[in-house]
């Protein structure tokens, strides 16, 4: 086995090694749908109930989305495959055919998710070329039924069960 010195290229191929669900963090801002996606979701603490995802530093998504009273994470299911494209892809046209409602506070969530939280920023910490996102989860809600997507080695994945 040979090591390797950490590059941009080759860190994404080795982090791309860890299986991850697919989220999207989205919510009402001006009157409109602003989301994104993140792979970076963790669940952090119990008591208070936390979440984290992490935000690239670059995103000019991020500083909209970060100004509503209230985000919506929603765990995206298999089907959500091309929404999440969308969603990492240029702003506009992000919720073309997407199927959401917009909880109190403006959090907007996502048909057919796996799960979904309403939160509010509880902090963010600098690190490196992102930021962790702690959020505090308000609301959530759990459809066992729903087979996640996995986002693995750059590509999209279903666990088929």
Excluded: I, K
């Amino acid at each position: 086995m040979t090591a390797v010195a950490p590059d941009g290229r080759t860190l994404r191929a080795v982090y791309g090694a860890f299986p991850t669900g697919v989220t999207a963090v989205a919510a009402l801002v001006d009157g409109r749908p602003v989301g994104l996606a993140a792979s970076s979701f963790t669940p952090v603490s119990l008591a208070p109930p936390l979440v984290s995802l992490c935000v690239a530093r670059t995103s000019g998504t991020w500083p909209v989305l970060r100004r509503a009273e209230r985000l919506g994470v929603s765990v995206l299911g298999a089907q959500h495959a091309a929404l999440c494209r969308r969603l990492a892809g240029p702003a506009a046209g992000r919720f073309a055919d997407a199927a959401w409602r917009a909880a109190p506070g403006g959090a907007v969530l996502l048909d057919g998710a796996g799960a979904w939280f309403a939160c509010s920023v509880e902090q963010e910490v600098r690190a490196g070329d992102h930021d962790v996102v702690v959020l505090r989860v308000h609301e959530l809600h759990l459809d066992p039924a729903v087979d996640p997507l996995v986002f693995h080695a750059s590509t999209f994945r279903s666990l088929n069960r």
